[in-house]
């Protein structure tokens, strides 16, 4: 198992956004977290990555206790995360932004490669290099964090609605490059509202309800399943 | 005349920008205003008196004992004043700030007394003269050590790893922590760049003026921030070329007659730059983005 | 009344409680220019001094009825205010700190090379008139009139530009105006606190004035609670009367008051009734969830 | 043919080399909804802050029911009835759901620090006005609920309702929405278009940035097509829907 | 605060008449802050004359007590300081503060409440005209300045100066003017005048400008650090003119910091500890202090400090009463009183005339006397 969450409770003071949340993925898997606004899906993955301190429960990642771990160890372990609401580093570079994202690596030659490739995945960042990332539009600033977290080349990635505020062609492009960098060998849990398009590039899915697990299973069943399809996928 | 008061002016706005690039340093990673900067900086410069007499070294032994004692003191401040207070409002450390200045300023007189003390010779003086210009050792030194500093630093930021992981820190500590970045290593860090920064300016200058004292960063440390400011707070060369554009400012001010308002030009100058570059400057536009 | 005052308080403590007032109003003027508006000031005891000698020579050169100086120091300070904010309030954060803050020193030089002040030999001969019952009333009056400007349109707006001056625009908010009034009334209530301060003190000396000063009153804003009126009210108190208190270690006073700083500021982050406003004491609201971030970002 | 509620005319801005928006015309009939689609960074969000006064327009003109806006400052132009939301959420995170949308009535009431100080009759009824309206408005979101918590601690779907609550408590006749139904899912992607037309049936014009297409698809009367600052075309719907310069640039296949 | 004034008199005396057996002198002045120095060896000399009086059995029957209070250096704190010293600790008489800003802004409140407030250090102009409770026992500067600049003119042939000024510090002020009025009327050409502030510690702008006009001497009405520091600078630059100055540049420190460039440096003051030709009292003074600072000279403001309580004792004998109301009568009476520091008489203004003037200069790193000057 990769990563093993058990009964996760977190507050932000007085309110209780995760309540005893318990899931887990596979090496390998796609798997999907959905559910409303304010179910806790951002705050399972802050959590994950340590930046939110939970109030009981264990992260287990790789057969590694790292609830108590600070937020850049856990990177270093491989997992990494793009974050909600793009947090591109407004006042560096497009160009250096991507080199953050290399900061755990150490092989300088394969960084200036994986650069070029983010820039074949995505020309419109290629265009921008030298802009400051602070004045790229929206779409744009989530193309870079995408391919800033593609830089650390993680082992386990955590994505916080990667499609938000990307046009149609692009949010194809984006759940295709998911399907392709899975097939590589990362391993991805994927926060969406897209619940459509997630749904059928997962292998499994879980549904959060304020603060709790109330699904859980193959993707394709949850896509059908009556309920998730009324509530989640507008149908 | 003109050129020995300009060289006069340089001179003054070196020790300026010694202490401003401190400010500027630490300013840019975490956007504090480090009102202890300006005690840390006294500091250094009586631990330098110190090293003189009771330890009886050498210049370049005394300034890294300074430099070392600030390390510490600088980066224990962050820990206990500045630290717990990461993440709330950007006024907060700022009284922190405060606080610990005037606990230093007056443990440092409790300590030694309020009197100034003179800095013991280390160096021989000499006098050089370049056609109607007089130039000391002592005003080499301080030109030279700013400048290679500022080399360093620059260097720093721009090209070594560190340098950018404190650039990213400085806007999203959460993000830079994604990013596999130790952010309390790189604060730490900036604050040990920035203190020992402060100590070498401390012992410099105590040498070039000839006295320290526990007031003594208090207005030092005021105009080099205003230095900073002008040069565009976060911008290494902005600390170096505001530094030296007030010190050349205030002295020429003296020169012109002006000496009674002279404390009133650096702040003048100041405002003026501010309206028409509100970032200082050398300092990055702010670009509204919405 | 004051005859009833010193009947039960020697004139130490009556003294002591009316350098309180007078702190009082004047931090409640920068608290609507730094609390409520998030303006930084840096400045403030220059306004402060501007009220003061204004209502000082007022009525020793003019001999303007003692109320009338007090209001004139008041509005010169408002109108030096103005002056000074009209073009740097365009300046954000640390910038316009920086730049209030130069204001101060300028005035500070200013003062001390003018004649009418007297220089840096200072102003001397300044009556006594400032009586605990009037500045009970004053802060009183201004108290009421924080309250009121806070929990109003004029009093939204001014959250609305600490919060998000884009937003705030785009809600038809004029900001420079806003703020320049802002200024104004902050800077007005500093100028009426220093006409106070000469009439008490009885000689003022621009050395009195200068950016330390305002750092004080910074101080007393912060720690007591940003935008809080009731914080603002405890913040100065504590730290007014700190040093009073500290006397007994003598020496040792200002180390602990800066350690104390550190440390209040440690244990309560947002100051010590950050978030507390008065009209939820007076009417007793539903209690706001205030939920503090455990994280958030940078910025 | 109703009237042009706001009318571009050859409107440019460059930022440094880059032309963001490159002489775009476009006309928008009172009481319609007008989409705006195009790939990222097509210059969508600069002509809602060219529209809005953030930026003033390198060159060409923006009229507002005849009278010219390019040039002036924001709160002007929310005064002349124009109101925004913004891609990036910008509440006032300190305030109260409540308050926030108090605010957005600032430009349509008068009470300034005088009238706060005294408090007469006059304000007091302002006053309780402004409340009422807010809570209308509130309403109209479906957020009257959580009117006393922080705007900063709601969730992401319901501060982007918030947003719109807020701007309509301006009581604009042209509202600006920047990418609505960002972050929302399909089921309150749905609550927030009958709201959209609520709005819409309330006499006002919209103004929507959008890339989810079923959304824009539906709502839209008329949709304008942008593509490096350019404008690529203009339709209604089923127009855009079949354009293949929209389906190559933007769409990638065609939707419906 | 008008009904209050009786309320506290009854008060005061009522403390003056149960309070027994101790009589309480108040101490303002700075313990810490930039003006430490001067208070600290004010309450020094301050003390050695309490023991001295209450080792003969005290006044009027009761020991005397002082009760020190810091104000740190700061104006409105020492406003308060005062206040609570008269209205709180019930002090009869006030002994500070030792410089002239603070003295001006605690006299008025001593002058409200009729205490008797005594400066040891205060030189500058209007001290004393705050009103009939405030003293001082200092040689003033309206007094000493015109009798040194006659010297230089008659004994050391200056014609023409620089003067030097702090221009946000009041006593350099006040001197300065002093000073400039006493250089015109002897016919002195001032050639530069220039200005720096305080905490100053880079003067070679100022140094710069003087260098090439030449002059006799520098007139210097700051305090010791700077003036230290100036020297150096004006010494490095090459001028080789004398400083001559007030009693704010009379401290160590000035050798501290000045080093070789202060020597030939002229200091006028009130005393100088001039073991010498100092008589019986003074020299016991001496003795006394070094006996209890590790054989350092005592300066002028411990002695001065010294005097001013046994100017308060004097008087309280005379009037037979520690009532301030009545003992500051006898204090202004006094005349050709012979104290530790020098010889005072008070004025009909109560302005203090103190002979002589000491003119004491930098010898081998230490204060020599030069002469003296009479003033009478
Ligand atoms: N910093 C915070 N302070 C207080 N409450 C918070 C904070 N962040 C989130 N919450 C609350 O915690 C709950 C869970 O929020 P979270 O952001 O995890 O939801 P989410 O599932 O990611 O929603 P969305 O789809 O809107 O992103 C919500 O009720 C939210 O209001
Ligand atoms: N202040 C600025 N400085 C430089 N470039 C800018 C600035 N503002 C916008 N741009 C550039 O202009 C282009 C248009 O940006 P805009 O935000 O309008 O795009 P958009 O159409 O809203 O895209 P999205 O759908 O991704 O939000 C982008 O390429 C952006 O990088
Ligand atoms: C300490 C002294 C030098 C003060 C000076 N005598 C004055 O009157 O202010
Ligand atoms: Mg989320
Ligand atoms: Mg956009």
Redesign the interface.
Known sequence: MMLEIQDLHVSYGAIRALKGVSCHVEQGEIVALIGANGAGKTTTLRTISGLIRPQSGAIIYKGQDITKLPPHQIVNLGLSQVPEGRRVFTRMTVLENLEMGAYVRNDKANIKQDIKKVFERFPRLEERKGQLAGTLSGGEQQMLAMGRALMSKPTLMLLDEPSMGLAPMLVQEIFNIIKEINQSGTTILLVEQNAHMALSIANRAYVLETGEVVLSGDAQDLANDPQVKKAYLGE | MLSQQILNGITLGATYALIALGYTMVYGIIQLINFAHGEIYMVGAFVGVLAVTVFQQGLVASLLMAMLTCVILGVSIERIAYRPLRRSTRLAPLISAIGVSIFLQTLMTKLQGPQPVPFPPVITDALYKIGPIEVSKVQILIMVVASLLMAALTFIVKYVKIGKAMRAASEDYDTAALMGINVNRVISFTFAIGSSLAAAGGVLVGIYFNSVSPFMGVTAGLKAFCAAVLGGIGSIPGAMLGGLFLGVAETLGVAGGFDTYKDAIAFSLLIIVLLFRPTGLLGRPIQRKV | MDSIFSMFLNDYYIQVLIMLGIYLIAALGLNIITGVTGQLSFGHAAFLSIGAYTAAILGMKLQVPFILALLGGGLMAALLGVLIGYPTLRLTGDYLGIATLGFGEIVRVVFINIPITGGALGLAGIPRHTTLTLVIILVALTIFAMYRLENSRFGRSLVAIREDEIAAEAMGVNITTTKITAFAIGTFFAGLSGGLYAHLIQYLNPADFGFIKSFEFLTFVVLGGLGSIPGVILGTTVLTLAPEFLRFIADYRMMVYGGLMVFMMIVRPRGLLGGVKLSRILFKKKSQKTGSSVTGGAN | MSKVILEMEEVTIR?GG?TAVDSVSMKIEEGTIRALI?????????IF?LI?G??PPTSGNIRFRGTPINGL???LI??MGI??T???I???????VL?NV???Q????????I???I?GPR?NR??KE?TEASMEALRLMELDHKA???A???????QRRLEIA?AMA?QPKLILLD?PA?????????TLMSMIRKIQDKGLTIFLVE?D?KFVMNLSDRIVVLDYGRKIAAGSPAEIQKNPAVIAA???KE?G | GGGGTENKQAEGEKAAADGGDTIKIGFLGAKTGGHAAYGVETLKGMKMAVEDINNAGGILGKKLEIVEEDHGSKLSEGTTVTQKLITRDKVVAIVGDPTTGITKAAAPIAQQNKVVLISAGAVSTGVVEIGDYIFRDVLVDAVGGPAVTKYLKEKLGWQKVVIVTSSNLDYSVGLTKIFEDAIAANGIEVLERVTYSEGDQNFSAQVTKIKDKNPDGIIFTGYYTEGGLFMKEARKQGVTAPMVGGDGLLSDVLMKMGGEAVEGSMVYCGFAADEARAGEKTKKFIEAYKAGNNGALPDMFSAQGYDAVMLLADAMKAANSDDPVKFRDELAKTKDWSGVSGTITFQENREPIKSPVYLLEVKDGKFQIKDTVDVI
């Open positions: 930022f880059l195009g790939p990222n960074g097509a210059g969508k969000s600069t802050n809005t953030i930026y400052k924001p709160h929310t005064e109101a925004r913004f891609q990036n910008r509440l006032f995170g300190e305030l109260t308050d108090k605010i957005g600032h430009c349509r009431t008068k009470t300034g620090w009238g706060a100080l408090r304000v302002e006053e402004i006393d918590e922080l900063k601690n709601l969730p992401y779907g319901e807020r301006s990418e960002a972050g929302m899912n399909p089921q309150e992607k749905q890339h297409m933007y769409l990638g939707v």
